[in-house]
DNA sequence: TCACTTTGTGCCGCTCCTAAACAAAATACG
DNA sequence: CGTATTTTGTTTAGGAGCGGCACAAAGTGA
């Protein structure tokens, strides 16, 4: 029975409120003292003893004058620090690479869109983030405490590498994460950023899901699944008990292979109908007869036909096969996960949009025992979900700890 | 903003060791008192204290006769106390129905198996369960500090009704949790039991999964699939960081309709080739040619097929087809929950023990990215997983606030 | 203006836990 | 066989977090 040394000490357990105090406060869910101290499950003495620690954080601002209430002396209102620090979002897509400085509370600055460098090697790609982060980190008045990057593929756990990078051809086993930190490392970060930056790598549908569940279309929910379709097959993500189920690997929710026609279309795995190949883009121009221009956008010619559903019967027939498939794996999916809130997003979300009756009603069609009767299937509501998710990711260690940030 | 009167009371968060270090010696990971020092990460006098309170209350006992150790002085051995409190633990099967009492640490005491009643409506079965059940408690002299039954079915949280009892023909929605507690305060416990004795209702798979986690073949495992296929189809069970993954309603896992053939047998959900009736006993049955006398035992039968593999080369072809299928279906919910270990039992663990080689084979050959070729499948360890699982169901108060068993 | 309601604040005390120093019980080594 | 070393148990003091309480403050409603 061998055991480390002996005396070791625990990570604090005390101050154990202060996260999850700043945690209400970053979701919304605690706008006044009072509603800190409900929520909180403590006495009004304690709750004003946090806030006031939040305060001396330069997190919180405990804002005296009330807000209008009904009766009974007003709660000052608690607002997050408008200059609080703020971490780095990033997020590779296809086509680009977008960056953006966001505070707490899942406020986004304005997105910045740069192209791909010339070379979409790791080094190259990860290397132009960097750059590009660094920029606005420079160029900002706030400090800067963390970095995280959103990748449209998988992230293995904890190595941080991206065992199957498609879009751009990546090695198997990319070190994503490390060249994330080595490239964030080599970068001038100006004189307010924290030394050295922590930095974060997930994939950008995990990032999506956590945050719709904490600022989008997943509030409140307990378990949320969210299922998307871009650029390169179907992605989904499970928010657990308000934390992401990323699997024993980070390699969990790998949706796109689910079958939802056993006599569909071929797909590179080697079975046929994948959720994948039938509910992607591509398969969406397909069943509308419609040519796909392979070197085109088909993520945006597949929206807009979306759009023409209510007056092209083509496209509308079209819209029906590809819901009634979507329809399936989501069934699947919910007779696994028995999530209680679904969020489409992506082209899944113009689906839905163009059918909103027809997929909640296939959905509990082909889900067992009405499990399904009473899951809202929403559209999410963020439209930079991977950004936004991206910033809850560097905000992490800050909401377990906010003492973090005075380090 | 409406939310409750004011100062409420947070369930003490003090005493905040004490569940923990319980737990600890429950799941055997801490059998001395250095151990359980280590594994809590605190001061050797705090773990000292633990140690005190949960000896005074008549949990653990502090053994000062040391066990044989390396260099410097010999831990205390902590052990549960063998006259500490029981728990009831209940199972009905298709064929009959199990009692035990068990304490903690997993230990079972000798299951009593009965007969199911002459009228199987609910209140009569789940009334016979519980009279069953008291007529042990009554004859044993340890304190009974609570009740669990495992279900063959679904059961749906929190309101502990069963949606889909097929196996009885319940109707929709029993109240099965309702009934137990019921059943359970009618009964004559004798004088040492608690009253009221707090019971709970939970499906099978589902705590089989919970045993298997804490006691048997999941053990360390931080993500654990267990896969089940019994009289009645096949069962599914998470364990998502230690914690049974139920699903909002309580009815997660509902694997037996994962396609797994797209051109096999019709299953009465509609689609074609579903798990359930690919890989249950009928189909290993059938698949082997042998007629499944339909009165007769056919689980039996069919793990009496698979013992004969290794010499009847038609049982072997039948084992390698429904195995072939089980491993789609284990690399598709592979591929969407990413567990770090499979345990498979009833038919599957014969299958698995008939094809040590081919099933976890045939799992990586499908499922992506190799993510499952450092998860082993291993077959379940308990040989009453329900029972020990409903046994942990109904520890679990106490092991989060072992103060309570003083109540 | 006077109840009444709701919220903020200061103070006390309790509980849980760490730290530090010391005592105890074994092994390793002369 | 005795002593040094190692590991563990125990005692004590002290601190941090949080509840309880009493009181003050700031509104609404009659």
Redesign the pocket.
Do not use: F, K, W, Y
């Given at each position: 029975?061998p055991?480390t040394?002996?005396?070791r000490?625990?990570p604090?357990?005390?101050?154990?409120?202060?996260g999850p105090a700043l945690e209400l406060v970053h979701t919304g869910r605690a706008p006044?003292?009072?509603?800190?101290?409900?929520a909180?499950?403590?006495?009004?003495?304690?709750?004003?003893?946090?806030?006031?620690?939040l305060a001396a954080l330069g997190l919180v601002t405990?804002d005296?004058?009330?807000i209008?209430?009904?009766?009974?002396?007003?709660?000052?209102?608690?607002d997050l620090a408008p200059d609080g620090p703020v971490v780095l979002a990033a997020q590779l897509h296809a086509d680009g690479l977008t960056v953006a400085l966001a505070g707490l509370g899942g406020s986004l600055g304005e997105p910045v869109r740069h192209p791909l460098p010339a070379r979409t090697d790791p080094a190259s790609v990860i290397g132009a983030i960097a750059e590009a982060g660094a920029e606005l980190i420079r160029a900002d008045h706030r400090r800067c405490l963390g970095a995280a990057l959103a990748l449209p593929n998988p992230v293995r756990e904890p190595e941080g590498t991206a065992p199957a990078a498609l879009t751009f051809g990546w090695p198997g086993d990319t070190p994503a994460a490390a060249l994330f930190a080595a490239a964030m490392a080599a970068q001038d970060l100006g004189p307010r950023a924290r030394r050295p930056l922590p930095t974060a790598v997930a994939n950008d549908a995990n990032l999506a899901a956590l945050a719709e569940h904490r600022h989008g279309a997943g509030r409140d929910a307990r378990h949320l699944l969210l299922v998307t379709s871009g650029h390169r097959g179907v992605g989904g993500a499970l928010v657990v008990d308000g934390r992401l189920h990323t699997g024993s690997a980070g390699l969990a929710l790998e949706v796109g292979h689910l079958t939802v026609d056993p006599l569909g279309r071929p797909c590179p795995c080697g079975n046929r109908g994948c959720l994948n190949v039938e509910t992607d883009p591509a398969a969406l121009l397909a069943a509308a007869g419609r040519p796909s221009d392979p070197t085109g956008q088909l993520l945006d010619q597949a929206r807009e036909l979306t759009r023409t559903a209510d007056r092209d019967p083509a496209a509308r027939a079209a819209v029906h096969q590809v819901v009634d498939r979507l329809a399936l794996g989501l069934a699947g999916l919910a007779n696994i996960l028995n999530p209680d809130r679904i969020v489409l997003a992506g082209l899944h979300r113009d689906l839905l949009a163009a059918a909103p009756d027809r997929l909640p009603e296939a959905v509990i069609r082909h889900s067992l025992w009405g499990r399904c009767d009473q899951v809202p299937i929403a559209a999410s509501a963020l439209a930079h979900g991977g950004l936004v998710g991206a910033a809850e990711l560097a905000w992490g260690p800050y909401l377990a700890d906010p003492?973090g940030v005075a380090g």
């Open positions: 029975m055991h040394p002996t005396t000490r625990a604090d357990r005390g101050r154990s409120l202060l006044t003292r009072s509603a800190l101290t409900a909180l499950g403590v006495t009004r003495a304690t709750a004003g003893a946090v806030a006031g620690e405990v005296q004058h009330p209008g209430s009904s009766r009974g002396r007003p709660s000052h209102r608690l003492q």
